[in-house]
């Protein structure tokens, strides 16, 4: 159990456009979800929090407008990269925290590979 | 805020000895403290976890202690095997964080040398 799915794993896209990720919790279900960002040889740093029917909480420095959250269903979020310039270009990954008392496990998803060009 | 500090960065081993990674943290708060395991190109996976009201957990070949006085936990690995080679990733949940996100250190990467 317990298990996050991304789609998609790999993405090209060009300048200006916009680009929307997935995530899925696949056997449980999660009020709660994460939005992390990660460049190569780095740790994983926290966007926003996501959760299911109200609005996303976002990190400081993290441009809300141009990363768009929506958290519709206990298993899905969604994160849209507006307006993507080269510099968004990163590896994303989502976790999923279970809606079980007293639960603080944390998830992930296997990441989506965005490359602007 | 909650900060988390994790050494060393970059740790190397021969296959059969024991391999160690410290991290501290700074909220007196927080109270879950997950590890994970990454490897190239692939999700973080969790691999053990310890809360504030326990000071040691052990699981196989890997096992976890934690000192809330000093702030710090470490991750023990015994008899360590190549496959073992990857970063590791410490974390700790701050109540008083977005509901309550972890926030991860910057991660080790343990080679094991066959």
């Known amino acids: 159990g317990a298990v996050v799915s991304q789609h998609p794993s790999r993405v090209i896209c060009k300048s200006g456009t916009s680009v929307k990720i997935e995530c899925r919790s696949l056997d449980f279900q999660a009020t709660t979800m994460f939005w992390y960002r990660q460049f190569p040889k780095q740790s994983l740093m926290l966007m926003a929090t996501?959760?299911?029917?109200?609005?996303?909480?976002?990190e400081q420095g993290v441009e809300k407008d141009k990363f768009l959250i929506n958290h519709a269903s206990l298993t899905l979020s969604t994160l849209t990269v507006t307006s993507a310039h080269p510099e968004d270009s990163s590896f994303y990954i989502c976790?999923?925290?279970?809606?079980?008392?007293?639960?603080?496990?944390?998830?992930f998803g296997p990441g989506t590979r965005l490359t602007v060009t | 805020g909650e900060n988390v500090e994790q050494h060393p960065s970059t740790l190397s081993v021969q296959e059969g000895d024991s391999a160690v990674i410290k991290c501290t943290y700074s909220?007196?708060?927080?109270?879950?403290f997950p590890w994970y395991k990454q490897e190239l190109g692939k999700r973080p996976q969790l691999i053990i976890d310890i809360r504030s009201n326990v000071g040691e957990k052990k699981d196989q070949r890997i096992a976890v202690t934690l000192n809330k006085t000093a702030k710090h936990f470490s991750l023990h690995i015994t008899e360590t095997q190549p496959e073992d080679s990857a970063v590791y990733f410490c974390a700790a949940r701050s109540p008083g964080g977005s509901q309550g996100n972890l926030i991860f250190g910057k991660g080790t990467k343990l080679s094991v040398k066959p």
């Open positions: 976790s999923a925290r279970r809606d079980r008392d007293n639960s603080y496990e944390q998830y």
């Open positions: 996501s959760n299911e029917g109200s609005k996303a909480t976002y």
């Open positions: 909220d007196s708060a927080s109270n879950y």
